[in-house]
């Protein structure tokens, strides 16, 4: 009897975001540059929508209906960032929560808690009652503390859930809060993480806080983070800003082989190819000439001394010494530039923060202007940053993930950073022997650490051009194979097809 070909189904997967586009926040993120982002989460949903919808999956995506931001002003036309789904995906695909809290949203998160929590509650709300039973979907990503109470509802459909943390905030609503907002907690009320262990139902509902970020954690059947290390970083208890609770639900999760880390990928506008922000474009064979060009121009628009072959640093993060380390810069700044004052050492800063002033003092103070720029952030700007600098400055405490790293490594711009969570992840230190590496860590948290580094970094620049010129480019053309959106998508699809144990895609056999 002949073989007989048969069809599995396809899998269908449903990915419940609150972001789907990008917001500014002055705070020195380069991919800031629209209108609608918060963070890389809108950017890996993009590429993750895009990427199995291109393979061929039955994927849909639910998102919050900002119409605001889904819309020019003029005319009702749909803006061109929703348009990055509408273009992969048909229209029955894509599943807009309604609720008016939306509506006139200009960005994802607010200045107020309760607002955010009143939108996060609207959305859970009709994704629960509304976009499931819809989409009747086989597994369910859910993104951040927004989404916390959907894998709760999912295990008692005994949908498979994966819940994606990108960072660790959180926050805190009773049970009643939650049903007042439309969502039928009683259901599934034991799948969720409250802040002390309930008793029953009736004595939790008005008191007990249930913890949206602790409760996606908790209830899902895998989880994940934006780097490997960061999150290793968690379940080791590294950090002091990571809650109790939170650190015990992930490390018990990791210690169940039902945790990972995936790094996130930058803006793929950010490819000194074909970047319009630049003075001149350029790629792995014409970059050596590209770049002082580039570094001309920085330093003509910002006063400093022009000459292409000083060695130009780059600060592209927000100021914030609570996390991004401005303050080890702060300490070694005049002493750095003096110490290299006769190859002209120069420093960028295109970032805001609350440190930027006390930078703005250093150079007054010593009359640095001809070395040391510091400037508002500006989109345009930062990207000729990559492009001119040589180095990147990134010796931040912590760090979940990163973009600046990659970002600067295509640009064959080389980071200097501290060994922490996603830095660690994506730079190892430059062998010129060894014909390996992409910048410098240093392990050390403190002022000498950070000097270790630069000096580092100042050796390399003292070879000669072809030896410089030759590891630049092998960086560059070995970052952009590595930091793409292709690469994470397909991280996010292993994770898939692990949980639903069988491909994404239709699949013929022989019964």
């Known amino acids: 009897m002949a073989a007989k070909k048969k069809k599995q189904k396809t899998p269908r997967i449903l990915i419940v975001t609150p972001e789907i586009t990008y917001l500014p926040d002055g705070m020195g993120n380069m991919t800031n540059k629209l209108s609608a982002k918060a963070g890389g989460l809108a950017d890996v949903s993009a590429s993750l929508v895009s990427a199995l919808y291109e393979l061929g999956a039955d994927v849909h995506v639910a998102l919050p209906h900002y119409r605001k931001m889904f819309h020019v002003d003029i005319g009702g036309f749909i803006n061109d960032e929703l348009l990055i789904y509408k273009s992969k995906l048909p229209d029955d695909r894509i599943h807009l929560a ?36 819809t989409v009747k979907p086989d597994l369910i990503h859910c993104n951040d503390w927004m989404t916390g109470l959907i894998p709760g509802e999912a295990r008692m459909l005994g949908i498979p859930s994966l819940f994606t943390f990108h960072n660790i905030h959180t926050i805190k609503a009773t049970l009643a809060t939650i049903e007042d907002a439309g969502i039928d907690a009683a259901e599934f009320w034991s799948n969720l993480f409250y802040s002390w262990p309930p008793y029953n139902y009736e004595e939790s509902r008005d008191t007990n806080p249930v913890d949206l970020l602790c409760s996606g954690v908790f209830s899902s059947h895998f989880i994940n983070t934006v780097s490997p290390t960061f999150m290793k970083e968690i379940v080791d208890n590294r950090h002091d800003f990571v809650p109790d609770n939170i650190q015990y639900e992930v490390a018990s999760k990791y210690h169940s082989g039902c945790a990972s880390g995936i790094l996130n990928s930058p803006d793929a506008s950010c490819d000194p190819e074909t970047d319009e922000y630049l003075v001149e474009r350029y790629g792995v064979a014409d970059h050596f000439a590209a770049k002082r060009n580039n570094k001309l121009h920085l330093q003509e628009r910002l006063g400093l001394d022009v000459n292409p072959d000083a060695p130009m640093f780059f600060w592209p993060s927000r100021l914030d010494p609570v996390q991004k380390g401005c303050q080890l810069l702060a300490e070694i700044l005049y002493q750095t530039i003096d110490k290299y004052w006769n190859e002209n050492l120069q420093v960028v800063f295109v970032a805001n923060g609350a440190y930027q002033q006390v930078f703005h003092d250093i150079a007054y103070q010593h009359d640095l202007y001809k070395r040391v720029a510091v400037c508002n952030f500006e989109e345009g700007l930062s990207h000729i940053g990559f492009a001119a600098s040589d180095f990147l400055l990134m010796p931040s405490l912590f760090e979940p993930c990163g973009l600046p790293q990659m970002t600067s490594s295509i640009y064959g711009s080389l980071p200097i950073a501290h060994d922490t969570g996603g830095l ?29 580094a630069i000096d580092r970094a100042m050796d390399f620049h003292r070879t000669d051009d072809h030896t410089r010129g030759t590891q630049i480019g092998r960086i560059m053309q070995e970052s952009k194979k590595r930091f793409n959106h292709a690469v994470t998508a397909q991280a996010y699809i292993d994770i898939y097809q692990q949980m639903l144990n069988r491909p994404l895609v239709d699949e013929v056999f022989e019964k």
């Open 98 to 133: 309604e609720d008016r809290i939306f509506y006139y949203q200009d960005r994802v998160y607010s200045n107020s808690e309760q607002t955010d929590l009143k939108i996060a509650l609207a959305f859970q709300r009709e994704v629960i009652n509304n976009i499931i039973p």
């Open 424 to 452: 660690h992840d994506t730079i190892t230190n430059v062998d010129i022997a060894g014909n390996t590496g992409n910048g410098f860590l240093f392990e050390s948290y403190d002022s000498d650490g950070l000097v270790w």
